[in-house]
């Protein structure tokens, strides 16, 4: 059995509080790992949302965002060999 995502709310990292569902790739269709929502405080997801996560996007124009998308894509970009190797010829990520 593939491992447990965590989830992060709150400023913290949760467990949930189950054995998860399985996530199975979309290549193979190997479980890659187990994902669920159980423990997940959703008024504290919302909060978040409506609280800080929206009004900062409201604050940004188009251009900004675009330029903190492609500050996303060069981070991913900068990490991508470290990514490949974890992943095998089947898409399967080996942490």
């Known amino acids: 059995m593939a491992g447990l995502l965590q989830s992060y709310i709150g400023g913290r990292w949760t467990n949930s509080d189950d054995g998860g569902k399985p996530l199975h790739s979309a290549i193979t269709g190997d479980e890659v790992a187990r994902i669920?929502?159980?423990g997940v405080d959703i008024p504290?997801?919302?909060d978040h949302g409506r609280n800080i996560g929206g009004p900062a996007l409201q604050k940004l124009t188009f251009h900004e965002r675009a330029s903190q998308l492609k500050q996303l894509g060069k981070?991913?970009?900068g990490r991508?060999?470290?990514v490949l190797r974890t992943v095998d010829r089947d898409g399967r990520?080996?942490?």
């Open 93 to 95: 990520y080996h942490p």
């Open 75 to 77: 981070v991913s970009d």
């Open 36 to 38: 669920s929502r159980s």
């Open 44 to 46: 504290i997801l919302l």
């Open 80 to 82: 991508q060999g470290r």
